[in-house]
């Protein structure tokens, strides 16, 4: 049967997470999730019906909170599923290709790949901001071009004037896709006020991060109106599930809209608490991160990661050398992590 699939597919491997590589840990710091379980009550009793292609109510909600119009949000089973829409609808196989810039999330290059559309790789300078002269070198064939701010894995946030250039350099050639998964760790920071400006931004949000959802699998697209309708040709019908929209719904109601806004304080205390933690450890170099999570050098990354990962506290290791990505947890999860790593140096 292996022979049968399409050679691109033999060759890939499967999405490996940490809970299938055996991780067993009694500390999840590894995949940038909230630690707060939050309580949501459901109602199951229309499920003889298939969901709305599009629940309007949740489209209004995310329109409201994101300051765009509902016509310029698409919503879809995560983040991960906004990135391949965008790469089926703009790239053709084998003969376009997607450009990113990493360090960076890796699902870019994945999808890309999955659909025969090439990578065009144009790593980040060495303060983790864009090459913008080689990505003009580049672009031949590019039609959508990723932007991770903040970024994952380094944390840091794209250089807003370098993002108006880079729009201004791509318009009527590619798509630029503004990544903002962690956005509501620093809103001020989005890029959403320029969506009027520039027809080719693409923005992309999810519940997954702040709002501590990462289990309902609910993510946003937002860009012009034309860009939505043609994503919505390419779409699966009913992406999101009744009790998906529902829950989605009551995370954007005011009361859940504030409930996130203090759980984001609280997080972005954990994590100054961490960095300044980590900061006064000899040999070590905690790099200023926007999201819920801090990329942290050590002298012998490996070892302690795996120190760490025997001791059930599973970070994640990062492609940036000697690097590890901690998730910001709560006090406990975070005194307990510096503790460990504190003995271990
Ligand atoms: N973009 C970035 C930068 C991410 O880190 C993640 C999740 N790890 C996603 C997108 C995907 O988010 P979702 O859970 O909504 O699919």
């Known amino acids: 049967m292996t022979k049968l699939a399409r050679k691109t597919v033999q060759a890939l491997t499967p999405y490996q997470s940490a809970r299938r590589l055996g991780g067993c840990g009694d500390i999840w710091l590894n995949a940038n999730e909230s630690p707060f379980a939050n309580d949501y009550s459901i109602s199951c009793n229309r499920l003889n019906r298939y969901s709305s292609c599009q629940p309007e109510a949740l489209l209004q909600a995310y329109a409201d909170y994101a300051g765009v119009k509902k016509e310029q949000v698409l919503t879809s089973r995560g983040a991960d599923e906004g990135i391949e829409l965008l790469i089926r609808t703009f790239c053709e196989p084998n003969k376009d290709s997607i450009l990113y810039c990493p360090p960076t999330y890796g699902m870019y290059g994945i999808s890309?790949?999955?659909?025969?559309?090439?990578?065009?790789?144009?790593?980040?300078?060495?303060?983790?901001?864009?090459?913008?002269?080689?990505?003009?070198?580049?672009?031949?064939?590019?039609?959508?071009?990723?932007?991770?701010?903040?970024?994952?894995?380094?944390?840091?946030?794209?250089?807003?004037?370098d993002i108006e250039r880079l729009l201004a350099m791509t318009a009527n050639r590619a798509?630029?896709?503004?990544?903002?998964?962690?956005?509501?760790?620093?809103?001020?920071?989005?890029?959403?006020?320029?969506?009027?400006?520039?027809?080719?931004?693409?923005?992309?949000?999810?519940?997954?991060?702040?709002?501590?959802?990462?289990?309902?699998?609910?993510?946003?697209?937002?860009?012009?109106?034309?860009?939505?309708?043609?994503?919505?040709?390419?779409?699966?019908?009913?992406?999101?599930?009744?009790?998906?929209?529902?829950?989605?719904?009551?995370a954007l109601s005011p009361g859940g809209l504030a409930r996130t806004k203090?759980?984001?304080?609280?997080?972005?205390?954990?994590?100054?608490?961490?960095?300044?933690?980590?900061?006064?450890?000899?040999?070590?170099?905690?790099?200023?991160?926007?999201?819920?999570?801090?990329?942290?050098?050590?002298?012998?990354?490996?070892r302690l990661f795996q120190a760490l990962w025997e001791s059930g506290i599973i970070l994640r290791r990062s492609p940036v050398p000697n690097c590890i990505r901690i998730s910001v947890g709560n006090r406990d999860e975070c005194e307990k992590t510096l503790a460990f790593i504190r003995e271990q140096l």
């Open 112 to 161: 890309a790949e999955t659909f025969d559309i090439g990578n065009k790789i144009v790593p980040l300078t060495a303060d983790w901001q864009l090459d913008l002269n080689a990505i003009e070198a580049n672009l031949d064939t590019v039609k959508v071009v990723f932007v991770c701010s903040p970024n994952n894995p380094t944390g840091n946030l794209i250089d807003r004037t």
């Open 175 to 250: 798509i630029v896709v503004m990544d903002e998964a962690y956005i509501d760790f620093c809103p001020e920071a989005s890029t959403v006020d320029l969506l009027a400006d520039y027809p080719n931004l693409v923005i992309l949000r999810t519940l997954s991060k702040a709002f501590a959802l990462a289990g309902l699998r609910c993510g946003f697209t937002l860009a012009s109106p034309e860009i939505i309708e043609l994503l919505l040709k390419v779409i699966a019908p009913y992406p999101v599930p009744i009790p998906v929209a529902d829950i989605a719904l009551q």
């Open 262 to 302: 203090f759980q984001v304080l609280d997080l972005s205390a954990n994590r100054a608490y961490l960095q300044a933690g980590l900061g006064m450890l000899e040999g070590v170099k905690v790099y200023d991160g926007y999201g819920n999570y801090l990329l942290v050098e050590f002298q012998d990354a490996d």
